[in-house]
C-alpha cells in the first residue's frame, strides 16, 4: 500500500459520501472487479493528494475532470499533480465528466485497454 497524509483520510470519506453524476456513474463499471478482476478503489490518498480512481495492481490512476480543470491554475495544478503521480510509477488517465455521462462505453473501454496492457507488462 502506498504512503498519503494521515489529515486526508476524513477527506477522501467526505468525498466518497458525496461523488459526482460522472464518478457514481463511472464507479458503477469499475467497483467489484468488473475489468479484468482488478480492484479499483475510490477517493484513494495517494501521497498529498485523493486520487478520484486508484487500481494498484495495474498501478493506475483516473482522475474525472469536471469545469474547474479549464481553469489555467488548476491546469497548471492538475500537471503538478500527475508528474507527482507519475513520479510514484502511476500511470494517470484523465476524463472530462461530461465525457463519462455522454460516452460511458468509450471511457470504460478505453480503461480496460490500459488495465489489460498493464497486465500483460
Do not use: C
Not at 472487479?33 to 479499483?40: I, M, P
Not at 501521497?47 to 493506475?60: M, N, W
Not at 484523465?94 to 455521462?101: A, I, K
Amino acid at each position: 500500500m502506498r504512503n498519503y497524509s494521515p489529515r486526508l483520510k476524513q477527506n477522501a470519506r467526505t468525498l466518497r459520501s458525496n461523488q459526482t453524476e460522472s464518478e457514481l456513474r463511472l464507479w458503477q463499471r469499475l467497483r467489484g472487479k468488473q475489468l479484468l478482476g482488478v480492484q479499483f478503489y475510490r477517493q484513494k490518498p495517494l501521497g498529498s493528494y485523493i486520487v478520484d480512481f486508484y487500481a494498484p495492481k495495474t498501478a493506475l490512476v483516473i482522475e474525472i475532470d469536471g469545469s474547474q480543470h479549464l481553469d489555467e491554475g488548476q491546469a497548471r495544478r492538475d500537471i503538478e499533480r500527475d508528474r507527482y503521480l507519475e513520479g510514484l510509477g502511476l500511470t494517470v488517465m484523465r476524463f472530462d465528466s461530461r465525457q463519462v455521462l455522454v460516452e460511458t462505453e468509450a471511457v470504460v473501454a478505453t480503461i480496460f485497454a490500459a488495465v489489460a496492457e498493464k497486465q500483460k507488462g
